[in-house]
T-cell receptor, first 113, second 109 residues
């Protein structure tokens, strides 16, 4: 298995909703990442987990809450989002946070209404 | 100064052309360089991974790193319509990837 699987592929949520994005990999990678990508822009790093511990939080608002239940799973909990949070949310993984290519999932396209 | 700067394009070339995509970076300590390809509405896909200076070839793709001028390039030979995508250069900095802004490439038949 050489994939990162993200669910759901599409999500529409209201500003008062609570939802979660899920990410799964079975490549034995010990680093996992959340990126946010707006249209025609490069991905922007949100969070880094290394060996299931949060190692980088790029000053992301608290309405985004990451969770890493085990080495294969990564969640992003969403609460009270704003319309400007609408974007493609990408999960990625790598063997470690040291040098190495990342494997990205196909993303969750989130629309906040 | 941004850590990675990329020629924005867009580029439109005929099928069979040689394509050159370029980025510059600011920190001479960077050692790991990557190129990702991203199709519309998909996640980025790792194309090439290089360490330090030199060339790396994989089929029709060649990645080149010139550390003395802090310049990285991706060459695509015999370009195909299926190569139409956005190409992102990236650099590994400490525990994270930094991306260039991306170059949109269109290869027409």
């Amino acid at each position: 298995d050489t994939e990162v699987t993200q669910t759901p592929k599409h999500l529409v949520m209201g500003m008062t909703n609570k939802k979660s994005l899920k990410c799964e990999q079975h490549m034995g990678h010990r680093a996992m990442y959340w990126y946010k990508q707006k249209a025609k822009k490069p991905p922007e790093l949100m969070f880094v987990y290394s060996y299931e511990k949060l190692s980088i939080n790029e000053s992301v608002p608290s309405r985004f809450s990451p969770e890493c239940p085990n080495s294969s799973l990564l969640n992003l909990h969403l609460h009270a989002l704003q319309p400007e949070d609408s974007a493609l949310y990408l999960c990625a993984s790598s063997f470690t946070t040291g040098a190495g290519g990342y494997t990205f999932g196909s993303g969750t396209r989130l629309t906040v209404v | 100064q941004k850590e990675v700067e990329q020629d924005p394009g867009p580029l439109s070339v005929p099928e069979g052309a040689i394509v050159s995509l370029n980025c510059t970076y600011s920190n001479s300590a960077f050692q790991y360089f990557m190129w990702y390809r991203q199709y519309s509405r998909k996640g980025p896909e790792l194309l090439m991974y290089t360490y330090s200076s030199g060339n790396k070839e994989d089929g029709r793709f060649t990645a080149q790193v010139d550390k003395s001028s802090k310049y990285i390039s991706l060459f695509i030979r015999d370009s195909q319509p299926s190569d139409s995508a956005t190409y992102l250069c990236s650099i590994h900095n400490t525990d994270k990837l930094i991306f260039g802004t991306g170059t949109r490439l269109q290869v027409f038949p």
